[in-house]
């Protein structure tokens, strides 16, 4: 995955307060619309209330555990915060590579007083891990294909169907998501997908799905990937972040729409890397109690389609900044959209997930 580095400078207050005094700290983040979320919603403000700060931008969440367990072996810590899925968080954890969060102490109640981890509930599924949004990945598609005369997908499984929807599809570079489209739509049952992908031939028999669209996928890395292929026509259907496609459908108004069947629900948030000085451990703490309470996390919403991870922001969740449409009905929670809903199992994932990803890449190869 290309990785670019922005780096967002601070206002005239910060340059006259001379060097010395400044803190430099690297963010990890997804780049594209997500990353622009939280810049908007939280970084620039904490920015302006702290002249002090500058924040750099990496867009290398998407190999963040491997990134980070390299940084360890060298001993070398360049990263600061990192915004990572629950799974990857679940990884990073277990190995000793992301800080435990003491949740009530580190993070702000909510305006009623509710205790952080009360707000929070059940999305606390690691002890390393602090939520940030609920999204998904699902499919967008071409809504203007000549080849497909009038037809427009309507289930998951019309991915994998290249006669009567043909044409270039994007997929993630990775065996998550893939794997559970794939025997999904191979006649294994919802609630049986990780049973049969945790058996051998599970994993073959996921794999020979995808056999069936190989040679018709253009393979994606960075979230923001899907969106520019289906705006530049590159591909005719693709998988990515439902908040992605919401920015290329709603801001950009690409001839784009959204298919939300068997979307696969996710949650993404911060992890501290272990190892930060007292200094940036400071900062960081300071950041975080701003840029995860109950209204910074409504206000992300405010540029893209993600629930909040806290209850109390969910009632303060509004229209969009700029467009002014309501943003309740784009979420991936939304009763319209979520009738069939896949529920990841994170824990499965984190447990399989190195000798899934080895399997996929030999695969890949093939």
Request: glycine residues 6%.
């Amino acid at each position: 995955m290309k990785t670019t580095q922005l780096l967002i400078a601070t206002s005239a207050l910060a340059m006259s307060a001379g060097a010395a005094s400044a803190v430099d700290l690297t963010f990890v983040s997804w780049g594209g619309a997500y990353q622009e979320s939280q810049l908007k919603a939280y970084a620039e403000p904490y920015m302006a209330a702290h002249p002090d700060v500058n924040i750099i931008w990496d867009e290398s969440s998407g190999e963040a555990v491997a990134k980070l367990r390299a940084m360890n072996e060298a001993g070398n810590l360049t990263w600061d915060l990192v915004d990572v899925t629950i799974a990857d968080a679940m990884r990073l954890c277990d190995e000793g590579l992301a800080m435990e969060i003491d949740f009530d102490n580190m993070l702000a109640p909510a305006p009623d007083g509710t205790s952080a981890s009360e707000d929070f509930g059940d999305l606390l599924l690691s002890d390393c891990f602090i939520p940030q949004i609920v999204y998904s990945i699902t499919f967008g598609y071409r809504n203007d294909v000549a080849a497909w005369n009038g037809a427009t997908p309507t289930t998951v499984c019309d991915v994998f169907d290249t006669t009567k929807f043909p044409g270039k599809r994007s997929l993630y570079k990775g065996p998550l998501y893939n794997m559970e489209w794939a025997l999904l739509c191979d006649g294994v049952p919802k609630e049986e997908i990780y049973n049969v992908l945790g058996t051998d031939d599970g994993v073959s028999r996921a794999f020979a799905k995808l056999d069936t669209i190989k040679d018709q996928v253009v393979w994606w890395s960075a979230g923001a990937e899907t969106p520019q292929l289906l705006a530049d026509g590159e591909v005719v259907i693709g998988s990515t972040y439902n908040g992605r496609l919401f920015s290329v459908i709603a801001e950009q108004n690409q001839p784009v729409s959204m298919l939300w069947d068997a979307q696969i629900y996710d949650l993404d948030g911060w992890i501290v890397p272990t190892g930060l000085s007292e200094e940036k451990m400071a900062v960081v703490k300071d950041f975080l109690y701003f840029a995860t309470d109950t209204q910074r996390l409504a206000d992300q919403a405010k540029y893209i389609s993600y629930g909040p991870a806290r209850a109390s922001s969910a009632p303060l969740v509004g229209k969009h900044e700029t467009l002014g449409i309501d943003m309740a009905p784009h979420m991936p929670t939304d009763p319209a959209n979520a009738t069939n809903v896949v529920m990841m199992d994170f824990p499965w994932w984190a447990d399989h997930r190195d000798d899934l990803d080895a399997k996929f890449q030999a695969w890949l190869a093939q």
